[in-house]
Structures are given as C-alpha cells and as structure tokens.
C-alpha cells in the first residue's frame, strides 16, 4: 500500500527542466530523506507534492486522491499533505494559539474550543504548550519552527512534508527541532523531508533518497547508502558534506 | 436666457483652465522656492528657526486649506489690506505648498543614510561638503518623484480659490451650472479637464520613481 | 492699519460652533470607518477581480485621486440629481468623503498587500485556506499594520478636506465660522478660531491613531514573552 505516488513527473521553469521524470512511492508511516546538491530539484519535488507548483507532465497521487495539472482546491488538498518550510512562515500578527488554530477554524469549520482543544495538544507534542500566547517575534527561531509543525499538525494531513526546515536556523537550535520530528517519526507520523542534516537523515529515515539533476539517483536504507554508495555521484556528494 | 451649446460650455472652461494653470503654476514656483528657503535655513543648525518651522509645517499641514484662504483673503482685510482674490490664493497656496515641500525634502535628506555622513567624516571631509558632495546629490534623486507628485496636489488645491470668488476651472464650472442648469455635464467636464491636467504627472511621478527604484537594485 | 482682535464677538456663537463641531467630528468618524471598510473590499478586487472589474476600479482610483475633492462634492450633490437621484447635503457629503477616502486608502493598502511575504501566502494555502480566507486572515492585518503611518495621515487629510463641505451647505466648523463672521462681520476672528479648532482635531487624530495602532499591532514588538 503506498501514501503517496509520484510517478514520470516532469516540471520545467521555462526552458530550465528541473524535474526530469520522478517515481516515488511512499508508504503510509515511512519517513523519507531527500537529499542532494542545491538545485538538484528536491525543493521542486516537495513543492510539486502540494501543488505549490504546478507538474507539467506525470501524475501524482496522494491517498489515492490525484493531483491533476488544474489547480485542487487548497481546503481539499490540505487533508491529505501538511507542509513545514525553511522559513518557518508563522502569521505575524496572530499568538502561538492563533496560529494554530486559525486554519481548522477556517478552512475546517471547527468551533474554537475544539480548536483551541486541539492547539494545546499538538503544542505540547513539540514544547511550546506555554508559550500559547506569545506573538511569534517574541520566540527564536527554533521555538517559531515548532510552533510551525503545531500548526500544520493541527490539520492532521496523512503526510508531512519538510522543506529544509533547519536551514534558517542558527547551529544551537537545530536540535530541538530534530528532537521533534524524530519523535513524530517514531510516532508513526509519514514524513516527507529535504534536508542539508545527513546524521538526521541517516539516523532517523527509513529511506533516503538521492536527487541529481532532475532525477533520483540513487535510494535506499540510509546505512547502506551512506556507507556503500554505488554511483560516484553520490559518494562525491557525501564526501563532500561530511 | 443665453442658450449654451456644448461647445460654449467646453471653451469657457477651458479659458478658465487657464487660471488654474497658471495660479498653479505661482504656487508651485512660490511655494518651491519658498520651501528651499526654509530647508536650507532649517539645515543651518539654528535650534530655534528649527523649531519655528517645524511648527509652520505642522500648523499648514494641520490646518484645511480652505481656512488658509479665508485667513489670507479676510485676514488681510481686517489688517486694513483690501487685497484681490487673485493675491490672497496666491500667497496662501504659495504657503501651502512650501510647508509641504519643505517637509517632503526634509524626508529625503533623512533618507539619505547616516553611514554617508560618517563615511564623508573619516574621509575628512567637513559638514558643507559632506553636504555638497555626498549628502545633497542623493537627496536631490529622491526629491524628483514625490515633488512631481505633490504638484498634483498643487493643481487640485487651486481649486478652492473658486471659493474665495476666484475664476478658475472650477468657478467657472459653478458659473456656467447657474446659468444652464446642467450640473452633470458640467462637472463632469471641470473633473475631465483636471484629470487631465493631474493624470499625466501622478503617472510621471510613478515612473521616476520606479526608475528610482530600479536604479537602487542594481 | 487698524487690526483689533475681538474674540469676545464669538461667545454668542458658542452653539453654533459647537454644533460645526459635532458636524465635522461625526463626519470624520463615519467616512474614516466606511472609507476603510471600502478600501479593503476595492484593495482585494483589484488584485483578485476579473479584467474588467479591475479596470473600473482603476478608473475609479485614478479619477478620484487626480481630481479636487470639491469637484467630486459638487458632481455627486449637483449632478447626481439630475441624474433623477435625489441627495441631501450631508448623505452627498458622507458619500464624497468615503469615495474620496476609499480611493487613496485602496491605492496605499495595495502596497501594504503587495509586501507580503510569498511565504506567508504559501503557508496560507497549504494549511487549505483560500484567496478571501488567506486575505482577511493573513494578509491584512499585517498589511494595515505596514501602511499605518500612510493612513493615519490620509484620514487626517480628509478631516481638513471635509471643510469644503460647507459649499454645499452642510453645517460643519467652516459653516459656522462662515455663519458668524455673515452676522457680526468678525470674520478673521471667526476664521482664526476654527483654523484653531481644526489644527486641534488634527493633533488629536494623530495622537488618537498613534494610541489604537500601538494596541491594534501589538504584536510586532518584539522581546521574550
């Protein structure tokens, strides 16, 4: 049984090819590592995966739900797939509960006791529980990257994707939020992420998965991967990130 | 009564538009040269002119122009000076405008950033010409786009002197209703003709200040 | 040269004042809400609306703000009616103030809106929301936070523009001030007066904006919590 389905995708930004023809199949509770050289085309994949970027050619399908080249409504793709970025990407004029509860209120009709209910839970879940009504400028970032995978747990989607979310954090704070996704990971969570962090990727993914130049290289468990890599492309990439 | 075609209506406002440009214009001359004045003297590192114009700008820009026009019309009446409508717009519009003005470019001296003056003072250089050569070049490139801008303002502030008994585009606007009874062509007509007086600098202004703009990414 | 003030002359006027008074207050008050309310719906058309939806609007921004505010007064309150829609005084004046506002709020807020970070409105959509959901959600209130200062000034700008108001007979402070000075002749006291009054709304509008848009936009200072 598979979560998620990508299949020949394609994606070009004008005569720029960036994505030359991706399968991948992800099952349900299996945690994923992509990784790869800057412009390799992982952030593409991620994007393509909840349309913020649109395949050109290929299919998609999540939960047996296909992601047709016409735009899904936003309200209906969010039921399946979450998304946490680099940037965290908080609402800046709304409280940690705010911003998580904001989206179940409003896409998802939920009353905001249950809303609020649901806030606290997945808060605790990553820490942040007592900072419910601060404002997002008064947290670091480590503590506003939490507060982001609250938020799109909130929605609970069957998939989270990550997209480098450690990369705008300073050295000391990265941990707290690995510290998370790995209990998230371990929860049973299905996580979809790209990531510069190899020790997390090897100790943490189920799979891992190597991109160059618009295609998969080269996947598989993270301790053979990383300690026998087949194709230099690869051991030239590990070499050069250790 | 006279018939009016819409001909006549069209070339009695256009004649009057001709005021409007041209009061326009003394203001904006005026006011300009006036607003240098006050900049410059507001540079000079006085504390109490500093003080005094800062509070002709916020009293000008704090105050409706059409109470500045009655002060300078009625108010110069009651000094004894029995002055023409023609002379109160022109004094109090030139006044408007140089409190504007003088705000704007004290915005854009301001802008213009502090490490250029420190730069200026390690490189030896004392205050006229760090001023001369390095702070007033700036300022002067961003001046151009909200000073073009604010003569839209200019242009749409002569239109109160209609009030004070001043023939103007929209004096003659309210004259020709009077006599023909045709409101909604008639100023439909007087906001066409300023429209077309304004448009063209609020587009001009939007695109030096793009080109502004563009300039600074490069 | 004979300049005697006698501001003793306006003491009988007092009601008449305070009545101008009410006037422009109640003025300001109801356009500076309803201009806003019209601004945020013109601001999101113009980004979100059909081709020609938008272009009307345009039309409408570019003609309100490139044309004096006492044309658009004496279009809507003379012209109107001739277009067979009756208006009274202070409906043609709220009605000219709220469009005249409303254009340049629409024009400013565009700014606003347009500085969002792309990354909030990607964070919008993935959490389901839609284009509405995402603007009055996410979009705004930061938007309003940015154009503020612009938009504090613009609303005073209309309070000292509602003098004009007067020409068509709506008593606000001008009024007054052009009642007084057609009964005692004191016309440079009655003036100087209400040029004093309205430099006082205008201070106190700032200081009013300055105190709600500390409490509104809280959340951008910083500091641990």
């Not at chain 2, 607003?35 to 000079?44: A, E, K």
């Not at chain 3, 658009?72 to 277009?83: E, R, S, V, W």
């Not at chain 3, 209309?158 to 108001?165: H, I």
Request: glycine share 8%; net charge positive.
């Amino acid at each position: 049984m598979t979560l998620v389905c990508v299949k020949d995708l394609h994606k070009s930004f004008g005569d720029l090819e960036v994505l030359k023809g991706v399968d991948l199949d992800v099952a349900p509770g299996e945690v994923v590592a992509i990784i790869g050289r800057s412009g390799s085309g992982k952030s593409t994949l991620l994007r393509c995966l909840n349309q913020l970027e649109q395949h050109d050619g290929g299919n998609i399908e999540i939960a047996g739900q296909r992601l047709d080249a016409e735009a899904m409504a936003p309200s209906e793709l969010s039921r399946n797939v979450g998304m946490v970025f680099q940037s965290f990407n908080l609402f800046p004029h709304k409280t940690v509960g705010e911003n998580v509860m904001l989206a179940p209120v409003v896409v998802r009709g939920v009353n905001k006791q249950e809303a609020s209910r649901v806030a606290r839970e997945v808060l605790d879940k990553v820490g942040m529980l007592e900072k419910f009504d601060a404002y997002p400028a008064q947290l670091s970032g480590g503590q506003q990257q939490r507060v982001a995978i609250a938020r799109a747990l909130a929605m609970k989607p069957k998939v989270l994707l990550c997209d480098e979310v450690t990369s705008a954090l300073d050295p000391e704070l990265v941990g707290e939020v690995l510290l998370v996704l790995e209990a998230l990971a371990e929860e049973g969570m299905t996580l979809i992420l790209v990531t510069h962090e190899m020790k997390f990727a090897h100790d943490v993914a189920d799979r891992v998965v190597f991109m160059h130049h618009g295609r998969i290289h080269e996947q598989g468990d993270p301790k053979t991967l990383f300690n026998h890599p087949r194709t230099p492309e690869l051991r030239q990439f590990i070499s050069a990130v250790r | 009564m006279i018939e009016f075609t819409l001909w006549d209506i069209v070339r009695n406002l256009l004649l009057a538009a001709r005021w409007t440009i041209v009061l326009s214009l003394i203001a904006f001359v005026g006011g300009a040269s006036l607003g240098l004045l006050f900049t410059v003297l507001r540079l000079s590192g006085n504390r109490l002119l500093k003080v005094m114009i800062g509070v002709y700008v916020d009293v000008f820009q704090g105050t409706p122009l059409l109470m500045q026009l009655f002060l300078a019309y009625f108010g110069a009446a009651a000094l004894g000076f029995n002055v023409s409508a023609w002379a109160a717009a022109s004094v109090a519009l030139t006044l408007f405008t140089s409190a504007f003005l003088c705000d704007i470019w004290r915005g854009c001296l301001e802008a213009v950033p502090r490490g250029q003056w420190h730069a200026s003072r390690v490189l030896g250089m004392d205050y006229l010409q760090t001023m001369r050569h390095v702070i007033l070049p700036q300022a002067l490139r961003l001046s151009v786009p909200p000073t073009v801008g604010f003569s839209v303002q200019v242009v749409k502030g002569t239109a109160l002197a209609s009030v004070i008994g001043f023939v103007e585009l929209t004096k003659a606007g309210t004259m020709l209703n009077n006599a023909t009874f045709a409101p909604f062509t008639i100023f439909a007509l007087v906001a066409l003709i300023y429209f077309a007086l304004c448009y063209p600098l609020s587009r001009y202004s939007r695109y030096l200040e793009r080109r502004l703009y563009d300039a600074g990414m490069r | 040269m004979g300049l005697t003030l006698d501001f003793l002359a306006l003491s009988p006027y007092v009601g008449e004042l305070a009545r101008g008074l009410v006037t422009t207050v109640v003025l300001t008050v109801v356009t500076t809400l309803s201009g806003l309310m019209l601004a945020i719906v013109v601001a999101y058309l113009r980004v979100h609306a059909a081709t020609w939806v938008r272009r009307i609007l345009g039309g409408y921004v570019e003609l309100t703000r490139n044309t004096p505010f006492i044309v658009q007064l004496f279009f809507i309150f003379f012209g109107l009616p001739a277009l067979g829609i009756k208006i009274d005084a202070i409906t043609a004046a709220f009605l000219a103030m709220t469009l005249n506002l409303a254009a340049y709020t629409a024009e400013i807020l565009r700014a606003g809106i347009e500085a969002t970070g792309r990354g909030q409105l990607e964070a919008a959509r993935t959490l389901g929301m839609s284009k509405f959901q995402s603007y009055r959600h996410v979009v705004l209130v930061p938007a309003f936070a940015r154009i503020y200062p612009a938009l504090t000034s613009q609303c005073i700008i209309v309070m000292l523009g509602s003098a004009v108001v007067s020409q068509i007979s709506v008593f606000d402070l001008t009024y007054a001030a052009n009642f007084i000075q057609s009964r005692n002749f004191r016309s440079f006291e009655a003036y100087l007066l209400v040029t004093l009054v309205y430099l006082l709304l205008a201070v106190g509008m700032r200081q009013l904006f300055l105190l709600v848009g500390r409490r509104l936009f809280a959340f951008r200072q910083g500091g641990q919590a």
